[in-house]
Structures are given as C-alpha cells and as structure tokens.
C-alpha cells in the first residue's frame, strides 16, 4: 500500500469513528506571532482536521504576549473539558521559554507528544511505526539503524523500535563513514533523520529486503523537496519525499487526538 493509500484508509476510519461519537472532539491549536512556514503548517492541520470532522481551534496571540499570559491561557485550556487536545506551534519568539510551555500543556492533552511525561508518542515516530505495522514489517529480532539523534525524531524513534524488539543502532554525526557503511548494509530497516540532501545514495550498500524511511526534508537547488536518501535505491520499500514521512506525521497527529479522546470516554 502506498503512504497516500495508508492515509486516506486511516482517515476514512477515523471518519467514521468521530461521527458515531457523542460530541465533536475539538484541537486546540496555540500560535504566537506571524511565521510563514508556521502558518503553513497550521493550515495543514486545520484542514487534515476539518477532512475527517475534528473541530481545529486556532488562538494567535502577538508576538509580544507576555510569557505568563500565554502559560495561564494553556493553564485554562488543560482545565476546559472541551478540549481534547493542545498543541502550541513552534517557534515561539524568543521571550517565551519552550521549556515552561511543555512543562505547562497537560500531558493527557500534548497530543504533540513532546515532553517525557506526554500520554502520547511524537507524531513523526509514530506515524513511521503505524506504517510500517501496517506493511507487515517484522520488527522482532530485525536489524534497525536509525540516523540522527534529537529530541523529537531520532530518539523517540530508536525508543519505540526498542519497545518493538528491533535491534537499535543509532548513528549521527559523529559515527564514522565506516561505521555507517558497516550497519546500514546489515540493516533491515533504515529511518533517516538528518535533514542533508542526497547524502545516502548508491555508493551504500543495502539489502535488498530492506526498508528505508526518509525523514529528511530538504529544499533542492530546483526549488523542490527532497529526502536524504537518492530516490529509487534497490531495497524492498523506500518512502518518497515528499508525498512520504510528512503525510504520517500529520495524521499521528490526529490518531493521538482520537486515542485522547477514546481515553476521555
Ligand atoms: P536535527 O535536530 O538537525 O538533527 C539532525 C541529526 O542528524 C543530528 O543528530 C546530527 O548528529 C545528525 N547528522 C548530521 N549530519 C550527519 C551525518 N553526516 N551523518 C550522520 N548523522 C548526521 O534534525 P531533526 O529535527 O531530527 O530533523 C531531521 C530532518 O527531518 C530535517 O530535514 C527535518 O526537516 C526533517 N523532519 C521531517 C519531519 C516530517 O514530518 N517529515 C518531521 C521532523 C523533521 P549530531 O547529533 O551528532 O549533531
């Protein structure tokens, strides 16, 4: 199945779960100032919301909203029964502490499931694992090489490729070239988060049942997006970019506002 079949599949149950439900679940959606790209973003979660019958609120405050006004309004927003699900798009302007905003969003409604405390997975690991359940990928026992290492893609994902039994290797800048040639041609599977264009092409060696997953956004001197994988390698399953890991990340999106709202029942 294709990512865009997956996708739609999902929402269309999702679809269907929310109109048998008593009540519209509603996202809550946090922005501060005026970013293009976040802009973008927002739109695409409103629109992602509105297709399968989410209510998507959007707050923008200024750029120049104090730190505490914007903490009490999440403070209210924890409190309110309405809301299923906070997120607070980033970046916030650089008066407002990140930290305070994770450490203030519920953790039963950071859907965005960014703190440690959060009752959710991040949105681009889980959107992968549920894919990947989804093609049948045997992750017991099976060889796993994750590339790169923050906070909100490379560590949650080797976490939950642990908790999937794989056998996790993690590799990031400082791994040497040797080394990265030596795991990913054991790998079974491959999830690339490090955001350079091309930087995996046929040079490497890869099994041919491996799978690889490209999380890699980068914008080409075309002026397209690109994975950090060269298209096309000779594997069993390679997810595009774009059209690949940003459409699963945006409906993990809406699957863990689902699992907020089926854990409210
Ligand atoms: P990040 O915070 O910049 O982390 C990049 C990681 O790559 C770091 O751990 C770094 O190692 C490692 N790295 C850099 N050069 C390397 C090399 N030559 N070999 C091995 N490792 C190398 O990036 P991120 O936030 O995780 O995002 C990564 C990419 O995914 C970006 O292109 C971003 O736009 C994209 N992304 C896509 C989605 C989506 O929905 N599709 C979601 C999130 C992110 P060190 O730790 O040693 O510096």
């Known amino acids: 199945m294709t990512i865009k079949e997956y996708v739609a599949a999902r929402k269309a149950a999702l679809k269907e779960e929310i109109a048998s439900l008593p009540k519209v679940p509603t996202l809550s959606i946090i922005t501060v100032g005026h970013n293009p790209a976040s802009e973008a973003y927002v739109r695409g979660k409103k629109k992602d919301a509105a297709e399968i019958g989410i209510n998507a609120v959007q707050t923008l405050f200024e750029e120049n909203i104090a730190e505490e ?4 309004f999440i403070r209210k927003q924890n409190d309110d029964p309405a809301i299923d699900g906070i997120i607070v798009q980033l970046p916030v302007p650089k008066h407002i502490s990140v930290e305070k905003i994770n450490l203030t ?3 039963a409604k950071d859907v965005d499931g960014f703190t440690a405390l959060s009752q959710f997975d991040p949105c681009t690991p889980k959107g992968i694992i549920n894919y990947l359940t989804a093609e049948g990928f045997p992750f017991r026992g099976k060889n796993a090489v994750v590339l790169g290492r923050s906070e ?8 939950l490729l642990l908790e999937r039994d794989c056998n996790v290797v993690q590799l990031h800048s400082k791994t040497t070239e040797e080394d990265k040639r030596f795991y990913m041609k ?11 264009m091309f930087l995996w092409d046929a040079s490497y060696e890869f099994k041919p049942t491996a799978y690889l997953v490209d999380v890699g956004i980068n914008r080409g001197e075309d002026g397209h997006l690109h994975g950090d994988f060269v298209p096309n390698l000779p594997v069993a399953l390679q997810t595009p970019v774009p059209g690949g890991v940003g459409l699963l990340t945006r409906l993990a999106l809406l699957e863990n506002l689902m699992e907020a709202v089926r854990k409210e029942k």
Request: glycine share 8%; no cysteine; proline share 8%.
């Open 152 to 159: 909100i893609v490379g560590k949650p994902m080797a976490r």
């Open 69 to 72: 006004e914007l903490l009490s």
């Open 105 to 107: 969003v519920s953790p």
């Open 186 to 196: 054991h790998a079974d599977l491959i999830v690339s988060a490090i955001g350079r």
